[in-house]
């Protein structure tokens, strides 16, 4: 981490340093936003009465899973009438600007991108959140922890539109972030996607959040480096 900081200075006449950054699972635990989600829909069995509604609301961050069904399994709830209810309830509102502000950063994430920030890195947030639905909420919950944003040198990039595959969509904007200056380092929670820095960018450091990911990544190339959060010990 500290070489990372190091390497965000750039001598005049060079191009800029730039630093990319994953917002979800990487800077960012979403888990809380899934936890608000599952409590309100919680209230609603609550008021039909509905048998699961107590085991629900006794879910917690920690414990909750990737996968959405995967984390109502652990909760031993099975139903698939109940299973597809809670999808769709979840989905409608875990992909909104709204339910962003419940998101927290990870241990030294806000530190660090500060330290890279302020050693003269150009910050890019480079999401796969999707513009039209998540990039107002994504700008605001970035102020809002303290990340650098709405400042000279740093942007958050978003998906045009949900549909697309993250990694597809890493895959193709990725080489364009040379505009902005030379990427030196990469963080982001999915293997695909830090192979792919890797493919991009071979002299940058990239980095694996080992937080969540999809399950049925693909094998991390062994030149990646792995922590746990961003706290520089
Ligand atoms: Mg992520």
């Known amino acids: 981490m500290t070489r990372i900081v190091a390497r ?76 597809s209810r809670a999808e769709s309830f979840w989905r409608e509102r875990f992909f909104s600007d709204h339910y962003l502000r419940h998101d927290v950063a990870l241990a030294g994430a806000v530190d660090f991108a500060r330290a890279c920030y302020e050693a003269g890195a150009v910050l890019v947030y480079f999401t796969g959140r999707d513009l039209p639905l998540m990039g107002l909420g994504s700008f605001q919950s970035l102020r809002d922890l303290g990340f650098p944003i709405g400042v000279v040198g740093t942007e958050l990039v978003c998906k045009p539109d949900a549909a697309i595959p993250d990694e597809e969509f890493k895959r193709k904007e990725g080489p364009l972030l040379r505009r902005v200056g030379r990427v030196v380092a990469a963080f982001d929670n999915e293997p695909g996607n830090c192979n792919a820095f890797l493919e991009m960018s071979p002299e940058a450091d990239v980095v694996f959040v080992d937080t969540q990911h999809l399950p049925g990544a693909p094998p991390l190339d062994d030149r990646v480096q792995i922590v746990r959060d961003f706290r520089m010990r």
Do not use: W
């Not at 888990?31 to 006794?58: D, G, M, N, Y």
């Not at 109502?72 to 009438?81: D, I, K, S, V, W």
């Open 8 to 83: 965000c200075k750039s001598a005049p006449g060079e191009p800029s340093s730039v630093v990319v950054f994953d917002l979800d699972g990487t800077l960012m635990d979403n888990r809380p936003r899934t936890l608000v989600i599952l409590q309100e829909l919680a209230q609603e069995l609550r008021a039909e009465a509905h048998s699961s509604a107590e085991t629900l609301f006794a879910a917690k961050a920690e414990s909750l899973a990737y996968l959405l069904g995967d984390s109502l399994r652990l909760l031993g709830l099975e139903h698939p009438e109940l299973v």
